[in-house]
Every structure is written in C-alpha cells, then in structure tokens.
C-alpha cells in the first residue's frame, strides 16, 4: 500500500468504571476530547473533513456514535462521519479506513479524525428475553383480564434486569475463560503472568512525563489514574484467580480493567502530508482471523508475522513493539506462539522466521494492563503512544497489535518520517 500519513492525536485519561467519569456518557466523553483537540491542533481545524470513530458497547439512544460527536462538539457540522466496532481493535479499525480512504482518493486535501471512545460507566442492564417478550403483550390488543393474563405468564425474576453478557456468544465463554484455556496450553505460570503485569505498571510509570503532552484534562483529572506505581510481585500475588477459581492464575491483577475513554489522532491526505507536518506514515496493517479452538486471542501473533513477512521484518529491525494487554497470559502465549516455529507453519499456515521475541521488550511504555482498556479508544492511544516514542527515541518501525473478540485480531506498522 502506498504510505499515508499520520499525526499523533489526543485523549483523555484512562479511568476505572464508576470513576470520575461516571456521569459522562460516549458522545460527553467523544465533545470534550474533540474539543480540546481543535484548541491543541497546529492546523486549521477546516481541513478536517471526515471523522470515523467508533464504541463497542451499544447504547440503545446512540445510533451513530460518530456523526453525534461531530454534532456535540465544535467540528463544522458538514463534516460527514461513520462508526466502527471491531471490539478491542475499533480505532485501529478507524485509522486503517481513514488510510484506505485516502489511497482511494489520493488527491484530496483532508484530514480524518479517527479514534474512539468507551464508556463502560454509562452500560446500562438488558431485558431478558421473557421481559422483553412480556412488554411487547402490553402493546397488544385485548382487554385488561387478557392482558393480565398474559403479564402472569412470565415470572417476576424474568423482569428483572440483567447485566450485559460478557461471554462469546459462539462460545459461551468469557475471554478471561478462553486465556485460562490458552496459558494451560502453553504451560504459563502465575509468577510469568505477575511479572509481566508489574512490567507493564514500572513502564506505564515511566513513560507518564513522556505522554504527559497527549492527555487531555478532563473533570479535573489530569493523569491515567489506573496506572499502579508502588505495586509490586508481592501485592499481585496475593491476589485471587477470577475466572478458573480452583486452578486457575489470571487475576484483577494481570488482566485489563474494564475503563473510561476516549481517544483520537489524524489520517492526513498525501496532498497535505508535507504542508502539515506529520509524526509518522502507516506502511502497512493486517486483520485476522483464527480457529477458536486454538485459543480465542491468539490473533496478534498471526497479524503481525503476516505483516512482517510483506515487508521482510524481523523483530529485531523493530523499535517499538506494542501488543494490547487483554491479560498478561494472553501476550505471553502469543510470545511464545511466535518463538514456535511449528506452531506458527501448522497454526497461522505462515512460513516465516522473524527471529527470536523477547517479552522483556514490549510495550516498552506499558499497555492496557497499566492505562485500562476503553474498547473503542485503546487502538488510537497505540497509534499516537507508538509515535512518541519513536520521536523522543529517534527510531523508526513501530508495530502495534490487539486481539479482538471473536477470534479475530488486527496489526499496523508504522515508520517515524
């Protein structure tokens, strides 16, 4: 694919569920960050033509998160917009239609805000289908006695509300379930898993002064406040297995919690690439599918080795190297998935030697661990994360990757121009 640019974006900070943000719902949380975005922007905000931004959990009055954040917040209201959702990959998603616009359209002078948003604060409880069924006799047609009737037919405890399903719908499982299954496949133990989360934390920790500059202050809070700075191996063992409570080692501790947040950053079109001065170029991105049988989040790997097959990569020529933190046993079977050469001829059908990935080296600024996991965000804080270190680090190749539910998973590559 013919290069596109990219400029590093915004966001807000990234928040527990019930937090700070509690009272904001998506398109609050999509106006105050675009906002702030068109106050922050070097460029004429005019240039922004297009916004593909994108949620995962459905709120049954937002129809088009996109279009209502261009009419909530200051964008020129001519300016056309469209949602995505590809769970845990929805702004990678944004980024790579946006680039794919302008490779279809190259003489165009635009901007594309792409990115995302999630409120997870804001997910409200569903009707079972019983009470569902049951609203729907009220509308009926028929006098009080038959419509009482029909009423006494559904028991009350179907009435009530549930929370929304977190479980594969294929499956019936969780994707905490599904990793369980994945780390006894490849033997990962809990001081591993530990380790890497508290990894994740000390990088976090780190890079805050670093990325200080794309945090948006929002309800006067002004830093991620999930990040956990004097954790240690000690306090995250001692905590409890939440999904395998007999045997199993993901914990509240090595998985990502569920957050509040939004985030963004600009597609620029070929015809505008020198006048705005980008950070980096999308060169190239991949999205997969794999056979859930052999674990329902081993997409990244696949994703990025096909990536770096095209355009002759080994993980050594790679600056930055980014894999969303779902769990910690997540990233380290996907590790140790790549180091199998069999593994990945038989599993992935790709015949390719990368060399030799070491874990100690991603997420060199920590990942969704240590920020939360705002579904609809979590791709465009990579993106714009990724930029950064490759500037203030004077590198070049980043690569970024997310796995997704459903068995599904995405990957871009960038290079700092």
Known sequence: MQPIALKAGYRTPFVKMDGPFHSLNTVDLSRILINEILAKSDFNSNYIRHVVWGMVVPDPNIYSIAREAVLASNLDKTVEAYSVSRACATSLQSATNAALYYQAFPKEKSVTLAGGVESFSSVRPVLTKEAAQYFKDLTK????????????????????????????????????????????????????????????HQNAAKARPYLASQIIPVNGVKQDLIIRDNTSAEKLGELKPAFDRLKGTITAGNASPFTDGAAGLFVISPELEKELKPDAQLIDFEYVGIVIEHGLLMGPAKAMLAIMKRNNLKWKDLDYIEMHEAFAGQVLSNVDAVNNRDYVRERYGIDYDAGHLDEKILNPWGSSIAYGHPFGATGARMLSQAMAYLKLNNKRYGLVSACTAGGLAGACLISRL
């Not at 179907?158 to 490849?186: D, R």
């Open 141 to 200: 047609k028929g006098s009080f006695v038959q419509k009482l009737a029909r009423a006494l037919r559904v028991p009350v405890t179907k009435l009530l509300p549930v929370a929304p399903s977190a479980k594969e719908y294929s499956t019936g499982l969780t994707m905490g379930e599904h990793c369980e299954l994945m780390v006894k496949e490849f033997k990962i133990d809990r001081n591993r898993q530990d380790e890497f989360a508290l990894r994740s």
